[in-house]
């Protein structure tokens, strides 16, 4: 379903109504990335409703002002996602969408709402960790780009397309200022379980980073290192929902929770 001028629903991209679902999953972005990562999840996941989260200042909100901190979007992603949060739901991220999925639920937590009933956090060290890599937000375009370059994320005809890069590279500065200036605040673990998901192949976040996930929970961890880099969910994106699905399975319908 494309958004519509409703303030919530823009914040929601490429959602498909799905009457049969037993429950929501919300779907947070990559820096740079938007919900069209998750367009084709819903086709797999078939008792769940997909719903990709798009931030502003990317894909259909390109218009529209990136945020530059992540404790500023929390707020109103809240705001607009409350609608939404009418039935049993859960929360996936990657990379910095994890810090999103993260930070969103202690937002809900501070406010009494119903809480995501499990956080998949995928490709992203535990946010009490401290950054390993020097913040490049800031850094002038050849080396910016360069470093886009070595992360594997970007496509290199996208890299080498002078006019694309210009419209793009603000959004990306805003994203990665989003994940470089993030601090991490200390606080009670959460009752869901989490699982932890990482690529074998990703340079940058390690097994021990994504084991440290563990810390946030009270409730069931499960680490799960899949084929590829960081960018693992798009090459291996069978064998991430295969889990999520597993995992998924795994939460009784009954002990979801409810509409407060």
Known sequence: MRPSGNPSERWLAYREVN????????????????????????????????????????????????????????????DALAPYMDMPFVFFGHSLGSATAFELARELRRRGRPLPAHLFASGRPAPDLPP?????????????????????????????????????????????????TYQYAGDEP???GVSAFGGLGDPDVHREDLEAWKKQTRGRFRLRMLPGDH???????????????????????????GPR
């Open 190 to 192: 959460f009752d869901f």
């Open 231 to 257: 960018f693992f969910i798009m090459g291996n994106k069978d064998l991430v929902l295969e889990a999520v699905a597993r995992d998924l399975a795994e939460i009784s319908t009954t002990a979801l929770p």
């Open 132 to 180: 390993r890599d020097e913040p490049i937000h800031a850094l002038p375009e050849p080396e910016f780009i360069e470093k886009l370059r070595e992360m594997n994320g970007t496509p290199e005809e996208v890299l080498q397309h002078e006019e694309l890069m210009k419209l793009l590279l603000p959004i990306l500065r805003a994203d990665f200022a989003v994940n470089e």
């Open 19 to 78: 009457p049969s679902a037993r429950l929501r999953m919300f779907c947070f972005p990559h820096a740079g990335g938007g919900a069209s990562t998750y367009r084709t999840w819903q086709a797999t996941l078939r008792d769940v409703e997909v719903c990709p989260v798009q931030p502003p200042g990317r894909e259909n909100r390109l218009r529209e002002p990136a945020f530059t901190r992540l404790l500023d979007m929390i707020p109103p992603l809240a």
